[in-house]
């Protein structure tokens, strides 16, 4: 049976810091979630898995084939959806045979069974295009799909998925969920998608102290970590209540004896006791203090050892709220306006046409619709990277966009210099202070964004844009829930609850976009 076993793996990161170490863990059939915050190490023990990484110790035994879907599909330009799934020659050779041209030896090596094992991976992944469509074509979500078809045609024994709905629409993310449902052999599944992750067998939490297994689903994980940390922060408490008793007692004890030594030494001092007698009496008092001293620091290491294990047990981590100044953004002021607009790419037909809606502040829009539909598209003509057919589109100037690249930041310069590029009248304190509250502390504001993890530098552009003195009128977010872990999902939902301005959201993620509040919804079609 396939099986893929993990031994002392380990692993840091360039500049050293430790990512996590003595990793032991065995997988075989079934869906395994693996989850964890940001920057944990997730997708490094992906590739290690996969074989693109060498660990800094420890080994990878696999036992079957294994195939890796990435969080981003690189694209070449000429690059097909047939090169992508490693059928381009293969059907090349198909045609020749349809059309006389192959040569015997080729016709016995020809799979005639390609053509319909294609589009059935297709079909499984709802993706409606030819295997000779460019996927500079597609778009995020029909990439990551012509992906997951791919792995479909190959027929791994392990399938290993780096955040596979990231992308996706809502159809997309169900054809996901029907595809790991019906897998027959192993998967592991990296995701902070709270739906697909009812969906696994098993939970692996990958912390700072190393990886645990949780048998069940998502929601038998969050119930069964719950009662761990309650009874670890059980055990600390009593370790440290334990701490303190052995201490006090210590230090009655040494009053006691110092009260004792002072009548002793007035008695010795009045003459009344023999000093041979007074002599023992105090050697007795000195040995049996020396032991209750022995035996108190004993209890003492012992308590203070218990402590120490049950902190960690715990993984101290700072919890990541985002507290935000106000915009001053009145109530009904025009912060978007679009107007007749049409637009599209080459000389195709246009993807979006005439479209036209305003917001007005502090009104909350979730732009919805399928892959390929235009929501991109519509977002780079607001912020000026593409200009229109025709019509119109006029913004507050006081907008900030963060698009799924978190293209705003630099990434050759620190978290600390893109604050100050961004935020030009913000001076060191308030910068420190504001990166501080978005968990960048210390050297960690240093950080040059382009080493930072997808979720960590989402945090480091949402740290950028409202954590400055005033926040933008309006606030622009492309697809925001695709790299953050779970429970930073929760503290931005939080934050964007607290936000008083505008908010424009392209987002599949329907628990998400609930728990913000929004309250219009524009559909694009991308049929004209």
């Not at 645990?212 to 309650?230: C, E, F, I, V």
């Not at 809606?357 to 977002?379: D, I, Q, Y």
Request: aromatic share 4%; proline share 4%; charged share 25%.
């Amino acid at each position: 049976m396939p099986s893929i076993t993990l031994s002392g793996l380990a692993a840091s990161t360039p500049d050293g810091r430790t990512l996590f170490s003595d990793i032991d863990l065995s997988f075989d059939g079934g869906r395994t979630g693996l989850v964890g915050r940001n920057g944990v190490g997730k997708t490094t023990l992906l590739r290690m898995i996969a074989g693109m990484l060498v660990p800094q110790a420890g080994t990878v035994s696999a036992n079957g084939t294994v195939g890796l879907l990435r969080q981003t599909v690189q694209v070449a330009p000429d690059e097909t959806l047939a090169d992508l799934m490693g059928a381009a020659d293969a059907l090349a050779l198909l045609r020749r045979a349809d059309e006389g041209r192959a040569t015997a030896d080729e016709l016995a090596s020809a799979d005639w069974t390609l053509e319909a094992r294609l589009a059935s991976a297709l079909g499984r992944v709802g993706l409606d295009s030819t295997p000779a469509a460019l996927l500079s074509t597609l778009s995020g979500g029909q990439r990551t799909r012509a992906a997951l078809a791919a792995l479909i045609l190959a027929e791994p024994d392990f399938i290993l998925l780096d955040e596979p709905t990231n992308h996706l629409d809502r159809e997309g993310r169900a054809a996901v969920i029907d595809l790991l449902a019906t897998w027959r052999s192993g998967a592991i599944v990296v995701s902070h998608d709270r739906e697909l992750l009812e969906t696994m067998d098993a939970i692996v939490e990958l912390t700072s102290l190393g990886a645990t297994r949780y048998g069940g689903n998502w929601s038998h994980y969050r119930a069964r970590k719950a009662l761990d940390l309650a009874a670890a922060r059980h055990d600390l408490a009593d370790a440290e209540r334990r701490v303190v008793e052995v201490e006090r007692a210590t230090q009655a004890t040494a009053e006691r004896k110092a009260r004792n030594d002072t009548a002793g030494q007035r008695k010795r001092a009045k003459g009344d006791m023999p000093r041979i007698l007074a002599g023992a009496r105090q050697s007795r008092a000195e040995s049996t203090s020396g032991d209750q001293a022995r035996l108190a620091e004993r209890r003492r290491a012992q308590a203070i050892e218990d402590a120490t294990a049950a902190r960690q047990r715990i993984e101290v981590l700072q919890p990541f709220s985002v507290a935000l100044p106000s915009t001053g953004l009145p109530q009904g002021r025009t912060v978007l306006r679009v107007e007749g607009v049409s637009a599209g790419y080459g000389a195709g037909n246009a993807i979006i046409d005439r479209l036209t809606f305003a917001m007005a502040g502090p009104e909350r829009v979730a732009l919805t619709g399928p892959n390929g539909s235009g929501k991109t598209t519509l977002l780079s003509l607001i912020a000026g990277k593409l200009a229109p057919r025709s019509g119109n589109v006029s913004t507050t100037r006081a907008f900030a966009l963060l698009d799924q690249q978190v293209s705003l930041l630099d990434p050759a310069l620190s978290i600390r210099d893109n604050f100050l590029k961004l935020n030009p009248g913000s001076d060191e304190n308030a910068c420190r202070a504001a990166l501080a509250r978005f968990m960048f502390r210390a050297d960690a504001a240093l950080q040059r964004v382009g080493t930072l993890s997808g979720g960590q530098m989402l945090r480091a552009g949402l740290a950028c844009v409202l954590g400055g003195p005033k926040p933008p009128e309006l606030l622009i977010l492309d697809e925001p829930t695709n790299h953050l872990d779970v429970d930073a999902i929760e503290a931005v939902e939080a934050g964007l609850r607290a936000y008083d301005g505008a908010l424009l959201v392209v987002s599949h993620d329907e628990t998400f976009l609930s728990a913000i509040g929004i309250t219009r919804r524009i559909e694009l079609t991308g049929k004209v």
